[in-house]
């Protein structure tokens, strides 16, 4: 399960004349109320557990005047209400993941009532045990890959040398121009090449690896373009090992800036089944 706005999988919509629903969180292998103290809801209001099947599922209330599935469906479309939403959710996630394992579900997945949250729990109750098992003792480590400043570099001043013979200053501007689109092509084709590389060498070192697709600039907030997003699960004994190649393979390959992040709840490997490459709400959420 993964942060989605894709309509809950088998979600019972809220009967008309229910007040308050159920949001789903995640799942997790067991929540006291010490686990649970001062995580805030979707509601503003605590959290909850709801057994079944020897697992945890842990919701918010979520009135259904906002979470209802009409209303619901209008709010998905309103980016600062998204936002919002998708931040609350990860919080609520994030603090869950902090206890032990953690399977967090889709975004916006809201049942009628707890019933319908237990039936979860016993159907899917293998593949949830199995899932939880897998995440024990791991996190997920994000290592996102940008066009380094010497490619930059590169792209801004390729071609800024030359005068103004053979043609004259206007001839002299094309030549740089195309000289400057040349070494900005040149940069970025070693710096997707240096970004496969990278890839491969902490895919081997984790215990799973995804490669998603890049962020746009205007998502990234980045100065030049990304050239890898990728999302690997660690070992929680086997972290130091695996910062300490990541900032190894940063220094052999000036080509990509590489950026480090985490840890998160390991949502690019709770699916049950192999995960979508939309990531768009989780990092919204960050």
Not at 127 to 142: I, K, P, Q, V
Request: charged letters at 20%; hydrophobic letters at 45%; aromatic letters at 4%.
């Amino acid at each position: 399960m993964s942060s989605t706005a894709e309509p809950p999988t088998g979600a019972r919509p809220a009967a008309p004349g229910a007040d308050v629903g159920c949001w789903l969180h995640g799942v997790v292998r067991s929540a006291g109320p010490a686990v649970l103290a001062g995580i805030t809801g979707m509601d503003g209001g605590p959290v909850r557990a709801v057994p079944g099947a020897g697992l945890v599922a842990v919701v918010s209330a979520a009135p259904l005047a906002e979470y209802g599935e009409e209303p619901l469906r209008r709010n998905l479309e309103d980016l600062a209400w998204l936002e919002r939403a998708a931040r609350t959710h990860h919080e609520v996630v994030a603090a869950l993941s902090r206890a032990g394992a953690v399977v967090p579900t889709r975004l916006a997945t809201v049942y009628h009532d707890s019933d319908g949250v237990a039936r979860l729990l016993a159907e899917r109750a293998a593949g949830l045990a199995a899932t939880l098992d897998r995440l024990t003792d791991r996190t997920e480590w994000g290592v996102k890959g940008y066009v380094g400043p010497d490619a930059a570099a590169r792209a801004a001043s390729g071609g800024a040398r030359g005068g103004t013979a053979a043609g004259g200053a206007g001839a002299a501007y094309l030549r740089r121009r195309r000289a400057e689109l040349t070494a900005r092509d040149e940069g970025q084709r070693a710096a997707a090449e240096a970004a496969a590389t990278v890839h491969e060498a902490l895919a081997g070192y984790a215990v799973a690896a995804h490669r998603h697709a890049p962020q746009d600039r205007r998502l990234s907030g980045a100065p030049t373009a990304m050239v890898l997003n990728g999302a690997y699960l660690v070992d929680t004994a086997a972290l130091s090992g695996f910062t300490a190649l990541v900032a190894a393979l940063a220094g052999r390959h000036p080509e990509v800036r590489l950026e480090l992040t985490g840890p998160w709840p390991a949502y690019s490997f709770a699916e049950e089944r192999p995960p979508e490459p939309a990531r768009t709400l989780r990092e919204a959420a960050r």
